[in-house]
């Protein structure tokens, strides 16, 4: 399915080169997740754990930006340093860029805080970059507002912690903690402003591979239910073929379930026991062998 998406996607000039290549290099079984959620609602944390975890490979802004050599680096960050917005095609180009690499191709990719709005989700689906689980941080804002001036940064590892809501209890750890470059509380509530006039757009993109999972909850709940989540596979589209068996004891209903079920769904019923005694009135060579036990009530 993921390499039908591609050639649909892609075009290639020469679909059978394609999808040889596509099987030598692609693992259909890598992660593909974006983390979204407005600010403070711990992307970070979420997006950092799943990465360890899952060993894969996290992209945020921070990291295409600041710890990535690509092409567009350094027109991004000349935005960057104007304290102008970086434009949604300059983004969307920079994942992209990213996402071709070979690590991101074998190990899989979290995307984190990407895309933000609707033109960046629809450029990123046009660039052939479609997640397979797309989580959702929420929490109400004023727990959003009081979190954003709790953080603390590891400069070490780049973890973030809280000072009230999630407190590291290694003391080495406590003391080299730093105060990131917070945003005043009336930042923050532009940018949430923002988050919740976008998201509906993005909503509608993803919903059926999106889960939302409320962040105002201890950290480790957060983190098991989204683990939960990405862990899941999604059923494809492709046709499929049910083949179900019935077991149970003598009495215990098995022919009449097998019957309503293949009335149901228009499926074939096969009875093993009917299928004997046809083959032992038919004479056959397995009619034969099973007559003695048929005839003396053995199964």
Request: proline residues 7%; charged residues 25%.
């Amino acid at each position: 399915q993921n390499m039908l998406e591609e050639l649909l996607i892609h075009k290639p000039d020469d679909p059978i080169q394609y999808m040889i290549n596509h099987l030598k290099q692609n693992s259909d079984d890598a992660p593909r997740i974006c983390v979204l959620g407005p600010p403070a609602s711990g992307k970070t944390t979420v997006a950092m754990w799943l990465c360890k975890h899952l060993d894969t490979i996290r992209i945020s802004q921070e990291t295409l930006l600041f710890k990535e050599i690509l092409t567009l680096t350094k027109e991004a960050k000349a935005y960057k340093e104007r304290k102008q917005k970086i434009p949604n095609a300059l983004w969307a180009n920079l994942i992209q860029e990213r996402l071709s690499n070979v690590d991101c191709i074998k190990q899989g990719w979290i995307l984190e805080g990407f895309p933000e709005n609707q033109e960046q989700a629809w450029m990123l689906q046009s660039s052939g970059i479609i997640p397979r689980h797309v989580v959702v941080l929420y929490a109400p804002d004023m727990v959003l507002i009081e979190r954003n001036s709790g953080k603390r940064l590891d400069p070490f590892t780049e973890e973030v912690y809280h000072t009230t809501f999630d407190w590291p209890s290694d003391p080495r750890i406590q003391q080299r903690l730093v105060k990131p470059e917070e945003l005043s509380e009336q930042e923050v509530s532009k940018k949430l402003l923002e988050y919740h006039r976008n998201f509906p757009e993005v909503f509608q993109i993803y919903q059926k591979v999106l889960k939302s999972v409320n962040a105002d909850q201890p950290s480790i709940d957060v983190l098991s239910q989204v683990l939960t989540y990405v862990q899941t596979r999604h059923r494809s589209a492709a046709p499929f073929t049910p083949r179900i068996l019935f077991c149970g004891p003598p009495g215990s209903g098995k022919s009449l379930q097998a019957a309503l079920v293949a009335q149901k769904y228009s499926l074939v019923n096969i009875c093993c026991g009917q299928l004997l005694k046809e083959a032992v009135a038919d004479k056959t060579k397995l009619g034969e062998l099973v007559k003695p036990y048929i005839d003396n009530g053995y199964p």
